[in-house]
């Protein structure tokens, strides 16, 4: 029973996934974006390849920047790869466009401040090196305006890393490549693989 019940989940998440994210990637459709949000986890961030995920950019982030003071991650969803950004920082900061997915983010991470916005319109000050490091892990690609969104996370950043799974290479990649110091590396895990990014802006 346990087994039809989780194959039926499945097919329901994926279903869903498929009617909300109708021509999201690229347009900055923040409406469907938070219709995705509908269903709890629709990314399925609790499974075992998105923890592992989870803690590759962990050991990455901790091997690069050790533990900062301040981090931001954006497009933070409801919270679960910020639960393990938390332990990286001092002071974590997520915000996301789905006001849906922000409210679940505040419940699944108390300690952590969340708002529903866009990295335009953050609420936390816009000084330079606002943040020690902000984050964008598996988001650039819903996003129109790339290079807008990585020079916003340069100028809030003193450091910033991005990752994204390998099939959006060819949309994403072109964007990074003009980047003074840009570092990459590879993450694996079950037969997945995802690109990180990262650089220093001092």
């Not at 329901?12 to 409406?31: E, F, H, I, Q």
């Not at 319109?121 to 290079?147: N, S």
Request: charged content about 20%; hydrophobic content about 40%.
């Amino acid at each position: 029973m346990d087994r039809f019940n989780a194959k039926l989940r499945k097919a329901v998440r994926r279903t869903w996934m498929k009617y909300a994210m109708r021509g999201v990637g690229g347009a900055d459709d923040y409406g469907r974006l938070d219709l995705a949000y509908r269903l709890g986890d629709p990314w399925n961030m609790e499974s075992g390849l998105e923890q592992a995920r989870f803690a590759a950019t962990n050991a990455l982030v901790a091997r690069t920047f050790g533990r900062v003071g301040s981090l931001l991650e954006v497009g933070c969803g409801e919270g679960h790869q910020t639960l393990a950004l938390q332990q990286l920082a001092g002071e974590v900061y997520g915000i996301d466009v789905s006001p849906t997915a922000i409210e679940r983010a505040r419940q699944r991470v108390p300690g952590a401040q969340f708002a529903a916005t866009d990295i335009e319109h953050q609420p936390w000050g816009d000084q330079r090196a606002r943040f020690d490091l902000v984050v964008a892990c598996e988001v650039l690609y819903y996003i129109k305006d790339i290079p807008a969104t990585l020079s916003r996370m340069s100028h809030l950043g003193s450091a910033c890393l991005v990752t994204f799974f390998v099939p959006a290479l060819v949309r994403v990649g072109p964007h990074l490549e003009g980047i003074a110091g840009l570092q990459k590396d590879w993450l694996h895990h079950g037969g997945e693989t995802w690109l990180a990014c990262w650089w220093r802006n001092q």
